[in-house]
DNA sequence: TTGAAAATATTGAATATTCAACAATTGAAG
DNA sequence: CTTCAATTGTTGAATATTCAATATTTTCAA
């Protein structure tokens, strides 16, 4: 009898293309909802990063957002133009840019929050409050043992 | 007593960002491999499907790798500047392209595919058979529920 | 049977991302 | 101190992706 080989197994099988199926679908529905502001995925992360009303320089926000940081520059020139964020020099170490969240930015922010819950609760009630917890505690700790 | 707001919860805890944070540290992982081969992640999706040498026609690739239609085109144009797989006119249908792997791309299919099961088992181990095993039909019932 | 609508794939222009090089500042070793 | 390496952020060119428009074929209703 021939034992099922990995290599043979569908691609469907594998946990990472279950992953990028599943981000894949649930940031199309998020981006559904958020077009509604005009606003990509991205910038509502940086807004809800920025919206402690801290100070965060370029790389932490590049790492918190999940961009590389020519990336992040670029959609931070636009979001500036927008005046939704502005930079201001770190004064203790002058290589650095702080980000700051503007008044605008933060209405913005109040709106996109509450389009983002709003997807989160369609969830839970389409795969159930039990599911997604457990889902959230496995993706967790998968992230963690990742580094 | 103030309930905690769901708008006010980090972004840490939506579960959007922990597959989009998942997603890409697994891939990045996986593309660290691949890249002995100097194939990007997509190009092993595609050989992969493929690889049960049947025809496939680019709507139904483009589905089963994620991509969309142009960037699936762009993508097959360079793998058949390659030989790694070739078009046929479907004779059924003369709208579509059937899509069939070359004997190069099973071979450098082959070896992607037994990168990647390296992957998947250096997962288990810092993970757990058990934590993956669960995560995977966590994620695959999550995206049945999307649809 | 014909003609309009739908399905399929590709193209080219517009947009976005990435890579490598750069500039500025700080840290740290000698 | 001084100098050299490391850190931080931006830029420009190269690359990749996306959107809208197109061409071709099929479907289906009249």
Redesign the interface.
């Known amino acids: 009898m021939a034992k099922p080989s990995?290599?043979n197994s569908?691609?469907t099988?594998?946990?990472?293309?279950?992953?990028?199926?599943?981000?894949?679908?649930?940031?199309r529905?998020?981006e559904l909802r958020l077009s509604k502001e005009g606003v990509p995925?991205e910038q509502w992360?940086i807004l809800?990063?920025l919206s402690d009303g801290n100070g965060h320089s370029m790389g932490e926000l590049a790492d918190?957002v999940?961009l590389n940081h020519p990336t992040l520059t670029k959609m931070i020139d636009r979001m500036v133009s927008d005046t939704l964020v502005y930079r201001v020099q770190d004064p203790n170490d002058r290589r650095k840019v702080l980000m700051f969240i503007s008044d605008r930015g933060k209405v913005l922010s109040?709106k996109l929050?509450?389009l983002?819950?709003d997807?989160?609760e369609h969830?839970l009630e389409?795969?159930g409050d039990k599911?997604?917890s457990?889902?959230?505690r496995?993706?967790?700790?998968?992230?963690d043992?990742?580094n």
């Open positions: 990995k290599e569908p691609i099988e594998h946990l990472a293309y279950l992953l990028a199926q599943a981000n894949r679908e649930i940031n529905q998020l995925v992360r809800k990063v918190a999940l109040k929050n509450s983002a819950v997807q989160e969830i389409s795969y599911s997604t457990e889902l959230k496995l993706l967790e700790s998968l992230i043992s990742s």
